[in-house]
């Protein structure tokens, strides 16, 4: 009888749970009720018609070096063609893109012309990502008459591009954080109106689930637990603070810049605006590149960034912004 590292032993061999031992046996998919899943086995559950698809892994190794002057830079243009970044070369994309719902930097397109152009977003994202390489798509579903389902939407185009979805995470902004005093009826059941407190993280991965080339996590013990839940509570950004109508937190995407690559990983943002993804990858020790057609945002977004260097990735955005502004 042999007892490894963690002091179990198997269940062939103590199968009484002798000597006081505590006995590791995997679990398997259940016909009745939830299994605990501690080393499961779920070849019985993907082997069900419901799982129709085989998923090939991406076979090609190959990954591509980004030139050094391309790094740490957010280039003023579409990222519709995204021509500096080489095939296979980013390992995150992370960004929240524009909504279309009357913003000052959004164009007045239909839901169609819309979800065209975040498709054509995509599908370059698919082309710059490494086999493996991860996305994580920040959105919120819009309007009430009817509900547009963004989400959806965008869970649709992705995988028609080829990225496997990985899974959706609720980002719960906080009790009432959005302000909204939109009930419908009130007290009445004639039309009340459901109010959204959370918002949307869509992930995928192209190719293949995990990532053949190693590297260096930073993430802790009890962050990776928190991460790994489909629910994460993080208050939102102040816009008035940030300088840009709709920014998202920079320990949002800290934390799924951890949970998602290694240390020195190039992570992009295709719709960078005030900068949130460059200030959390240089906090974290990665790269980045972004594009943002505003120029105003784009000089908000460097000079968050240069004020993060200056204080030595200390406490940021105190006095970020007095730089874009001069």
């Known amino acids: 009888m042999v007892i490894d590292s963690c002091c179990r032993l198997s269940a062939r061999n103590n199968p009484l749970g002798l000597l006081g031992v505590r006995v590791s046996r995997r679990t398997v998919t259940k016909s009745f009720g939830v299994s605990k899943r501690e080393g499961h086995d779920s070849s019985v559950f993907y082997s069900r018609k419901l799982y129709p698809m085989q998923i090939e892994s991406e076979s090609s190794d190959l990954i591509n070096v980004i030139p050094g ?9 579409s990222s519709e063609a995204m021509s500096e970044v080489p095939d296979s070369s980013i390992s995150f994309m992370v960004t929240s893109p524009p909504y279309n719902v009357g913003k000052d930097y959004d164009a007045d ?3 169609l012309e819309y979800l065209e152009f975040l498709k054509r977003v995509l599908a370059e994202t698919y082309r ?3 086999p493996g390489g991860r ?25 028609s591009i080829g990225f496997l979805m990985r899974g959706e995470i609720i980002w719960v902004k906080g009790k009432g954080a959005s302000g909204s005093c939109a009930w419908g009826s009130w007290m009445s059941a004639s039309n009340p109106t459901l ?3 959370h918002e949307y ?7 293949r689930f995990d990532r053949r080339e190693k590297g ?12 790994t839940t489909s629910v994460w509570h993080i208050p939102p950004e102040s816009a008035r603070r940030v300088g840009h109508p709709a920014p998202f937190p920079v320990a949002l995407v800290e ?14 943002d295709p719709f960078m605006g005030s900068g949130t993804s460059a200030v959390a990858a240089k906090r974290t020790g990665r790269h980045f590149i972004g594009y943002e057609i505003n120029q105003e945002y784009a000089e908000i977004a460097m000079a968050r960034v240069k004020n993060l260097e200056a204080l030595g990735n200390q406490a940021i955005e105190e006095n970020c912004l007095a730089a874009a502004s001069t």
């Open 109 to 111: 397109l239909s839901l």
């Open 135 to 159: 996305v994580a798509i920040n959105v919120a579903n819009l309007g009430r008459k009817p509900y547009i389902p963004l989400n959806s939407y965008l869970c649709t185009i992705s995988e």
């Open 201 to 207: 993280i869509l992930i995928f991965s192209k190719g």
């Open 195 to 197: 109010r959204d407190l």
């Open 255 to 268: 934390r799924l810049i951890r949970l998602y690559t290694f240390e020195r990983d190039v992570v992009l």
């Open 128 to 130: 710059v990502l490494l």
């Open 216 to 227: 260096r996590s930073t993430i802790s013990k009890e962050e990776f637990i928190a991460a």
């Open 69 to 77: 002057e391309y790094l740490d830079r957010i280039f003023v243009r």
